[in-house]
């Protein structure tokens, strides 16, 4: 186990949840009492915070008030309740008496999507510490604060041996010591953020210490992510074919030589770049026989349609390739991580496409395809994978939205790990992110939007 996950259940979002403190008193107006529909989330928090207490010492749920807030298939819940609890027995002989119950206060934050419940939060005090809404959360930003929450007394102390542990793991230097106390705070808030991520995640992905750890989220979007993948298709593209064949259990296009090393995007938003040339190496492969690393920075710097570091689009990068007759090894225009004056040469161009082709949003039909045809570029919405580290990735729909699209990648193969079923997600971030550079999606549920912009380059 990581040594931060503990930290969890200091932050409430564990089972037992930690006593608030005091808080103001806000408006009370907008709570209505108790509904069926608010009684169901209750019950899920009553469960929540009974598992693995002594079948004498659970809790049983007194009066219950509630607001519910709703965005996309999911909704919101805030509840304040009672709880009744029996103070735990130690002695036999004073057991048998009747005891007086003990009530607590709580608060729970409750996610219902489609039915799937999800504590995102709960507080529990004596009743007479007056537990109060103080929080005015919204869907985008409904995490708890770390500021509001007691912390350990050794909170400080954990968060610099992890910080400088990670300086040791990546190498970092800072400047000045200002810059430094600043990435180390970052780097806390990071933490406390990607334990958040860890205990939403709906499949087995581990979160933590990356080697984006000392970035805000801001800044790794502006660095590493892909803003223009929003705005749309590009070029359209003929929808290609459909495969007839059903697709095999599991697929692997790594190890069937398809696949060239994971390279490394660097601070440039070029995901657009890399998730191209990883198609068209695996289209070239396997029409010629031949891996060869294809060069990016010929994109980068050539390919005007797009927007070099600022972003791009797969099918805006199949038609330049097509309009400047074809794409040049990676030793032959090797990678610089900025934009340059163009300085590609026809005589050197290595491989060709003739078209390009738009991908079913069917996953299983993106299988069948993948299996017959070969790695597939995708994009997806990026959420958590600043601070992913290995295991199948299944955030919820509501925080990794289909629309968000925001990175580009290659699809290189599927299976099943102990039954979860995966896609396996070549990535642009170096060998020293994620499973050795690759990212592992939840499969079969149209995850962070990994259906809506499948493609590939053909080659003739
Ligand atoms: C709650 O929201 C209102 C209006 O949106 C805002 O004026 C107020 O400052 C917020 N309160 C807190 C504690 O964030
Ligand atoms: C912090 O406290 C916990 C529990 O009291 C202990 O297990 C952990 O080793 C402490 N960490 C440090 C860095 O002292
Ligand atoms: C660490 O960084 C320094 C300066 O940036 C560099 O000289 C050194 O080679 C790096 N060491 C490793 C192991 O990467
Ligand atoms: C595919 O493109 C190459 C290079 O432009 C060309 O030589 C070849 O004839 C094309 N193939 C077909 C079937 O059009
Ligand atoms: C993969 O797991 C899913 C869900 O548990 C299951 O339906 C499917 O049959 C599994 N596939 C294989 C090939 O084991």
């Known amino acids: 186990m990581a040594p931060w996950l503990p930290l969890l259940s200091l932050l409430g979002l564990l089972r037992g949840a930690v006593s608030a403190p005091p808080r103001r008193a806000a408006d009370a107006q907008a709570w209505e009492p108790v509904t069926p529909e608010l009684l169901r989330p209750a019950r899920f928090a009553l469960e929540t915070y009974n598992r693995g207490r002594a079948a004498g010492a659970r809790a049983v749920l007194g009066a219950v008030s509630g607001r519910v807030r709703r965005a996309g298939r999911g909704s919101l819940y805030s509840l304040k309740a009672t709880l009744e609890e029996e103070p735990p027995c130690s002695d036999p002989m004073t057991c048998q008496l009747p005891v007086s119950k003990k009530t607590l206060l709580c608060t729970f934050e409750v996610l219902d999507e489609l039915g799937e419940h999800t504590l995102l939060r709960g507080d529990c005090g004596p009743e007479d510490a007056k537990v109060a809404d103080d929080r005015n959360e919204t869907f985008s930003s409904f995490f ?42 970052i780097f806390m808030n990071n933490m406390v953020r990607a334990q ?35 705005e749309g298709l590009g070029q359209t593209m003929r929808p ?112 060709y496409i003739n078209d390009s082709v738009e991908l079913s949003k069917d996953e299983q039909k993106l299988a069948a395809w993948l299996a017959k045809k070969g790695p597939i570029s995708i994009a997806i919405n990026a959420f958590g994978m ?50 050795e550079g690759y990212y592992y999606l939840h499969r079969g549920s149209r995850a962070c939007g990994v259906n809506v912009m499948a493609s590939s380059a053909v080659v003739d």
């Open 386 to 435: 600043q601070f992913y580290r290995r295991g199948i990735s299944r955030p919820l729909r509501l925080l990794c939205s289909p629309w968000f699209i925001d990175h580009a990648v290659l699809l290189v193969g599927y299976g099943n790990r102990s039954d979860v079923p995966f896609w396996a997600i070549k990535n642009s971030w170096g060998t020293d992110w994620g499973e």
């Open 240 to 351: 290609a074919k459909p495969v007839d064949d059903p697709a095999p259990p599991e697929w692997d296009w790594r190890k069937k030589g398809a696949v060239t090393n994971v390279k490394n995007q660097g601070m440039c938003g070029s995901c657009w770049a890399f998730s191209v040339t990883g198609n068209v190496e695996g289209q070239w492969f396997l029409r010629q026989g031949d891996l060869l690393s294809l060069s990016e920075q010929e994109l980068v710097d050539c390919d005007t349609l797009d927007k070099a570091c600022m972003g791009g689009l797969p099918s805006n990068a199949y038609s330049a390739i097509k309009t400047l007759g074809g794409l040049e090894t990676e030793d032959d225009y090797s990678y610089r991580g900025h934009l340059q004056t163009c300085s590609f040469t026809a005589d050197k161009v290595k491989v």
């Open 144 to 185: 708890p604060l770390l500021n509001k929450d007691p912390l350990p007394q050794n909170f400080s102390t954990e968060m610099v041996s992890l910080f400088k542990h990670f300086i040791a793991t990546y190498n970092r230097t800072y400047e000045t010591e200002e810059e430094a106390q600043r990435r180390m705070s």
């Open 196 to 230: 958040e991520i860890q205990a939403l995640d709906r499949g087995t992905a581990q979160y933590g210490v990356t080697k984006f750890s000392d970035l805000t989220e801001e800044e790794f979007r502006t660095l590493y992510l892909n803003p223009l993948l929003k």
